[in-house]
């Protein structure tokens, strides 16, 4: 590929962006302020500046995801292209600040406003993770703090380094992605054999320092991190915060776990264990949770007929076709539709906590989370878009000939009528002619 271009103040991408300002650099890619010329709208522009192959391909693998999950927590892109033959994109311009600034800034944090930023973090994760997207770079620096319609929330940036499930290994087995303060003993190993549970890990050593300020282990160099991570239980985070709640500091534990089997299981049950430490802006976030999270909650139909009603082109969740004779599909939580079950008592009943507030009388454990089972006869899902669109298909054509068979009717009709009238008068003459009497 070509040689990444600078870009100074004033220059203009693709004849449409005109570059106002550097937002900041990266390993991969450097963030510029842009403005629209003809419609006079603000942007960031990400212009990758690694010329490797490898390098592009992340950078559009990031594209992707930012298409396929941009909203309200992720970044929406607006465009994408090349400049100077060098790849870019243009996502939407957030205002405000990252965590990691506002720890520089203000010290450790509150643990109320530490656990609801984290749990606003799984809320921007659940929908990656049913995608198949693993961020695999869960950190402050990329938990942006951003103003929208007047309130803040966290935005997950930077996916540029995220492992996509459902396409090609990008990453080499010995390749090691990622900060490595925040980086899961499995990926330190290999990025490319890990799965949502290395997410859980960063969010757990994110969590650490939002609250300490310090990582969650020890290490001058590089090498002594990895080696402590690898080895070595994290430090034990009330020694480091006293007014830390117990309960809390084996949540974070469980999130450190040297082996994935022992981390909580998805963001889902992270956020529901932490949610007894949360201010009711945290809390609130939980049915967020469990709306991203409810497309990987599937059961198995096994039919008969290859394809019933057009099912075989139904997309799913994951955007995949479903298999000819087994169809995966989606159920709600059987927690709210079976039972209409509210919000765990330690949930929906806990007092809302001001910074830094332990919560009051005895910590209640959040009730697993209650797994979809096989039912014989469920409604079946929505039709797709493809599916509605070829269902109007097949009416529009169905009208289309019905109306063409009534003008060729007709026209026969007219044909046959007009034969009949020309042999009437051919055999009698005009109607009301009389014969000559002379």
Not at 59 to 66: I, M, S, V
Not at 202 to 215: C, I, Y
Not at 228 to 247: T, V, Y
Not at 360 to 371: C, D, Q, W
Request: proline share 9%; glycine share 10%; with cysteine.
């Amino acid at each position: 590929m070509s040689q990444p271009a600078a870009l100074a103040v004033g220059d203009v991408v693709a004849g449409k962006y005109r570059v106002e300002s550097l937002l900041g650099k990266g390993g991969m890619g450097a963030v510029f302020s842009v403005v629209h010329l003809k419609r006079g709208s603000r942007h960031a522009l990400k212009l990758l500046t690694q010329a490797s192959r490898t390098a592009a391909e992340r950078f559009l693998r990031e594209g992707r995801a930012a298409s396929t999950l941009g909203g309200k927590r992720i970044p929406v892109i607006h465009d994408q292209g090349e400049h100077g033959g060098v790849p870019f994109m243009v996502l939407e311009l957030l205002e405000g600040h990252d965590l990691d600034r506002r720890l520089a800034s203000r010290g450790r944090l509150p643990v109320g406003e530490a656990v609801d930023y984290v749990i606003e973090a799984c809320a921007a994760l659940a929908p990656a993770h049913a995608h198949g997207f693993i961020h695999r770079d869960i950190k402050p620096a990329n938990l942006f703090l951003a103003k929208k319609k007047e309130h803040e929330l966290i935005v997950l940036l930077d996916f540029g380094v995220a492992k996509d499930n459902k396409a090609g290994a990008l990453t080499a087995t010995n390749s090691v992605l990622g900060s490595p303060q925040f980086i899961s003993p499995e990926q330190l190993l290999s990025s490319r054999d890990v799965d949502a549970r290395a997410d859980i890990w960063s969010l757990g050593a994110t969590l650490f320092e939002l609250l300490t300020g310090a990582g969650a282990f020890p290490g001058r160099t590089v090498p002594d991190l990895c080696t402590a991570i690898l080895r070595q239980p994290p430090r034990s985070l009330r020694e480091l915060r006293a007014d830390a709640p117990e309960g809390l500091e084996e949540v974070v534990r469980d999130c450190l776990r040297k082996s994935p089997t022992e981390r909580p299981a998805d963001v889902g049950v992270l956020a529901q264990r932490l949610a007894v430490f949360a201010t009711e802006r945290g809390r609130a976030v939980l049915p967020e949770i469990e709306r991203g999270l409810r497309t990987i909650k599937t059961f198995r139909l096994q039919v008969t007929d290859p394809d019933p009603e057009g099912l075989a082109e139904t997309q799913v969740a994951s955007g995949r076709p479903a298999p000819a004779l087994e169809r995966t599909l989606a159920l709600p939580d059987l927690a709210e539709t079976a039972f209409g079950a509210p919000a765990p008592p330690s949930v929906a009943g806990a007092p809302s906590m001001g910074p830094g507030a332990a919560p009051s009388g005895p910590i209640v454990a959040a009730p697993p989370r209650v797994e979809p089972v096989p039912m014989p006869l469920v409604a079946a899902p929505p039709p797709s878009r493809e599916r509605r669109r070829r269902q109007r298909r097949r009416r529009h054509r169905a009208l289309l000939g019905f109306f063409l068979v009534l003008l060729v009717a007709a026209a026969i009709a007219g044909w046959w009528f007009g034969r009949q009238g020309s042999r009437m008068m051919g055999e009698h003459g005009p109607v009301g002619a009389r014969p000559d009497c002379g």
